[in-house]
């Protein structure tokens, strides 16, 4: 009597794989998390470094500064001396967690501030949550 083959792989096998994928899912995790939040807050910095060149380009052409970052993006009603826009888009007034980036006029460390609030989007926090300035 012919006696048939079945390939494939055991119950053992796949529970000694799925135990390694496991174990190199918990040790590769915290590292790439770890990046991506110092790329986010890293990206932030550069952006609000940006924000911050496009409000004093704006001072420089309108005698003052504006209102609201809005303004770098669209004409203001009103306004007889604009050359925006400053900014290109209005999503680049926001950081990359999609919080909205807060002018402060007059600001703690000059004429004005620019601040990300962090992951969290309300003022204080840490790591993620951390609050993010145009002055650091």
Not at 38 to 63: D, M
Request: glycine residues 10%.
């Amino acid at each position: 009597m012919p006696t048939s083959r079945r390939s494939g792989f055991t119950l053992i096998e796949l529970i000694v794989v799925i135990a390694l994928v496991a174990v190199l899912a918990a040790v590769v995790a915290p590292n790439l998390l770890g990046k991506a939040t110092e790329a986010n807050r890293k990206s932030t910095g550069i952006q609000l470094e940006k924000v911050a060149n496009a409000v004093e380009l704006y001072r420089l052409e309108r005698g003052r500064y504006p209102e609201e970052l809005i303004d770098l993006v669209k004409k203001p009603q009103g306004v007889e001396r604009w050359n925006g826009p400053y900014i290109r888009k209005q999503s680049q007034l926001k950081d990359p967690w999609g919080n909205d980036l807060i002018l402060q006029r007059p600001g703690e460390n000059g004429p004005f501030d620019i601040v990300s609030y962090g992951a969290d989007g309300q003022a204080g926090g840490e790591g993620d949550d951390a609050d993010i300035n145009s002055w650091e």
